[in-house]
């Protein structure tokens, strides 16, 4: 079968300043990356915070992958190139926002510019239209395996010709109507995040001379997490899930992330791209065992692996 690649990687999350950071315990520094500035300008007027966030990750990792010009224009096949994105929540807010409108006071004063913000596919419509992406566009929303499952679909969609490339992002924005629904779930409070990768088939890297920095490996989902980490054969280095899942170190990103987050299977995936970095070794990627929820995990490796 087609290999499938990552040949770009880029973040939006709230104080990091790169996929690197993804590396160690999460904290805000200085002159990482600030949504009160970050999130401004022109090009994002009446836009929702997620569209914002999904908007900067997917360029830097454009142009990580060497498939934006100088001027920001877009160097790929345009109509073979396409758009996924995962997230839960990404527009939960505009949503409520417009309900708040109506009850309190009345449908009538609901903004128009705000209504394609209640589309739940709004974010990826967004990260197509900057960049002129013209191939299959789609939002998963399936709860903690949302990312993992996103990158799969992604790459079923370069495996079956409908596209040479894939902008695949996760988001998940921090806002006072995310942060009630993680409090009614007990759930902790994460950070805007999101993060983007750029899928290519193997072929199609190498005929750009793109540098490869990791394969996408097997995928499987099972009904927990430590099921779906056993059902990928083969050892990894590096584990991104939560504590328990297997023995050994892992690199626990939910912990910060959320263990709801769509956003969590891209910034493992980013994460990976950050560890592996186009040289040797292997990760594998779990969703979190949330309650009668499905898991699902997904192995990388670098780009001498041979893989499906």
């Not at 300008?41 to 990580?64: E, I, K, N, P, Y």
């Not at 970095?277 to 001498?304: H, I, K, Q, R, T």
Request: net charge neutral; proline share 5%; charged share 20%.
């Amino acid at each position: 079968m087609t290999a499938v690649v990552v040949t770009g990687a880029g973040i939006a999350v709230d104080g990091l300043r790169g996929p690197a950071d993804l590396l160690q315990p999460y904290r805000r520094h200085e002159d990482g990356f600030d949504p009160e500035t970050g999130l401004r300008g022109r090009q994002f007027r009446h836009r929702d915070r997620a569209s914002r966030l999904a908007s900067r990750a997917a360029t830097t990792a454009l142009r990580d992958s060497g498939l934006l010009g100088e001027d920001g224009s877009y160097r790929g096949e345009s109509l073979r190139t396409a758009t996924v994105v995962s997230t839960n929540t990404g527009n939960l807010d505009s949503i409520c926002s417009f309900l708040d409108t109506i009850a309190e006071e009345s449908a009538s004063l609901l903004p128009p510019t705000g209504l394609p913000n209640t589309s739940s596919n709004v974010s990826a419509g967004w990260v197509a239209i900057d960049h002129g992406l013209r191939a299959p566009n789609l939002t998963l929303s399936n709860g903690p395996t949302s990312g993992l499952d996103a990158l799969q679909w992604a790459r079923r969609l370069i495996r079956h010709g409908r596209a040479d490339a894939v902008v695949v992002t996760g988001v998940e924005p921090d806002n006072r109507y995310v942060r009630k629904l993680l409090d009614d779930n007990g759930e902790t409070h994460w950070p805007d995040a999101a993060a983007a990768v750029v899928l290519e088939s193997a072929g199609a890297a190498r005929h750009r001379r793109a540098r490869v920095r990791l394969v996408l490996g097997e995928y499987r989902r099972a009904g927990t997490a430590r099921a779906a980490a056993s059902a990928v054969t083969g050892e990894a280095v590096a584990t991104l899930a939560e504590p328990g899942i297997r023995p050994g170190e892992v690199l626990d990103l939910s912990a910060w992330a959320g263990r709801q987050s769509g956003a969590l299977g891209v910034l493992q995936c980013a994460a990976a791209s950050a560890r592996i970095d186009g040289g040797e070794g292997s990760a594998l990627a779990v969703s979190c065992g949330l309650p009668g929820a499905a898991a699902a995990a997904m192995a990388f490796a670098g780009p001498g692996a041979e893989q499906p």
